[in-house]
């Protein structure tokens, strides 16, 4: 690790590093701290490095890739490719998620933000895309019936033909453009009340707008749903993430009209990962968020509805 870190300079090579995940490390100089991150290829750091100047370049709040030694935002070193960017001291996200939800509207009004930007960004071809849709049925539908019991395919199936009725015709009618698609509150540091740091710009891609709106939302959701209070006060938090973030960038009423149907495909998302990590607990705990989510239909549908068009009068 040492003689890794060395690349980005003697210094960096006396740093204490301490894992945190798989593929990332915290650390360590005195008073200073950096995150450290496994990467696919040099294509996707350079990619990554290219955004996230042009990024901060027009007010947004992340992290800059730091430059090695030889010139270039990223390392090799043993076959693997590395990144090093200084850490962002703040109050992370999701400490914040279960005590309290007044948040919410600056996460929306910094994700609308960061959307203008993304859409701006003349780079964008060169990243990959991503169809939600075509995920689930392909890779996470199969996944979860086959996992599900026959009680369950019952309403797998019930859900599936909703599924089918209300989003194939709208879902090709959504704006897309590039994404954070992994926009959960834990990518959130926040510094007196207000955002002070975006992370993990790693899973960028073109994709539909909603997406991200949906899966912070969905995330709250899923770290709060034990708590029977907490999953009670959830449709009070959408209605302040959609203000926050319709206030910076109105959402279309097609985009209303599909949020439930996209947090169902995030939560079979969620579902087959777990199951492919072998974790059904969790999967077990997904599969009840999102059979929650299609009985609480006909109260939050309404009310999502009327908080879009709220905001755009």
Same mark, same amino acid.
């Given at each position: 690790?040492?003689?890794?870190?060395?690349?980005? +300079?003697?210094?960096?090579?006396?740093?204490?590093?301490?894992?945190?995940?798989?593929?990332?490390?915290?650390?360590?100089?005195?008073?200073?701290?950096?995150?450290?991150?496994?990467?696919?290829?040099?294509?996707?750091?350079?990619? &990554?490095? @290219?955004?996230?100047?042009?990024?901060?370049?027009?007010?947004?709040?992340?992290?800059?890739?730091?430059?090695?030694? #030889?010139?270039?935002?990223?390392?090799?070193?043993?076959?693997?490719?590395?990144? *090093?960017?200084?850490?962002?001291?703040?109050?992370?996200?999701?400490?914040?998620?279960?005590?309290?939800?007044?948040?919410?509207?600056?996460?929306?009004?910094?994700?609308?933000?960061?959307?203008?930007?993304?859409?701006?960004?003349?780079?964008?071809?060169?990243?990959?895309?991503? @169809?939600?849709?075509?995920?689930?049925?392909?890779?996470?539908?199969?996944?979860?019936?086959?996992?599900?019991?026959? /009680? !369950?395919?019952?309403?797998?199936?019930?859900?599936?033909?909703?599924?089918? &009725?209300?989003?194939?015709?709208?879902?090709?009618?959504?704006?897309?453009?590039?994404?954070?698609?992994?926009?959960?509150?834990?990518? *959130?540091?926040?510094? @007196?009340? #207000?955002?002070?740091?975006?992370? @993990?710009?790693?899973?960028?891609?073109?994709?539909?707008?909603?997406?991200?709106?949906?899966?912070?939302?969905?995330?709250?959701?899923?770290?709060?749903?034990?708590?029977?209070?907490?999953?009670?006060?959830?449709?009070?938090?959408?209605?302040?993430?959609?203000?926050?973030?319709?206030?910076?960038?109105?959402?279309?009423?097609?985009?209303?009209?599909?949020?439930?149907?996209?947090?169902?495909?995030?939560?079979?998302?969620?579902?087959?990962?777990?199951?492919?990590? +072998?974790?059904?607990?969790?999967?077990?705990?997904? !599969?009840?968020?999102?059979?929650?989510?299609?009985?609480?239909?006909?109260?939050?549908?309404? !009310?999502?509805?009327?908080?879009?068009?709220?905001? /755009? &009068?």
């Amino acid at each position: 690790m040492k003689e890794l870190l060395a690349k980005w +300079g003697s210094k960096f090579g006396r740093a204490d590093t301490q894992p945190l995940v798989d593929g990332v490390w915290r650390c360590c100089l005195g008073d200073e701290a950096y995150i450290l991150k496994r990467r696919s290829n040099r294509t996707r750091a350079l990619e &990554e490095y @290219d955004l996230l100047k042009w990024l901060s370049e027009h007010d947004q709040p992340v992290s800059l890739l730091l430059h090695t030694k #030889e010139g270039v935002p990223w390392a090799e070193y043993q076959g693997s490719f590395y990144v *090093l960017y200084p850490y962002l001291p703040g109050i992370p996200g999701d400490t914040l998620v279960t005590r309290s939800h007044s948040w919410a509207s600056e996460a929306g009004s910094t994700l609308a933000r960061l959307h203008r930007c993304l859409a701006d960004y003349d780079a964008h071809t060169g990243f990959p895309g991503f @169809d939600l849709f075509h995920e689930v049925s392909t890779y996470a539908w199969p996944v979860a019936q086959s996992y599900s019991s026959e /009680k !369950l395919h019952h309403r797998l199936h019930e859900l599936g033909q909703t599924i089918s &009725e209300q989003l194939v015709n709208p879902y090709e009618a959504l704006p897309r453009q590039l994404i954070h698609r992994d926009f959960h509150p834990g990518n *959130l540091v926040f510094r @007196d009340e #207000e955002v002070a740091g975006i992370l @993990d710009f790693d899973r960028v891609r073109i994709g539909i707008r909603v997406f991200d709106l949906c899966y912070l939302a969905t995330s709250v959701l899923s770290s709060t749903f034990s708590d029977l209070g907490r999953r009670e006060e959830w449709p009070s938090f959408v209605q302040e993430l959609i203000r926050g973030y319709a206030r910076e960038m109105p959402l279309g009423k097609t985009e209303g009209h599909v949020f439930l149907y996209i947090t169902y495909l995030i939560q079979l998302l969620f579902v087959a990962y777990h199951l492919d990590a +072998g974790d059904t607990k969790r999967a077990d705990v997904d !599969l009840a968020i999102l059979f929650w989510l299609y009985d609480q239909q006909e109260y939050l549908q309404p !009310l999502i509805d009327k908080t879009v068009t709220e905001v /755009k &009068e």
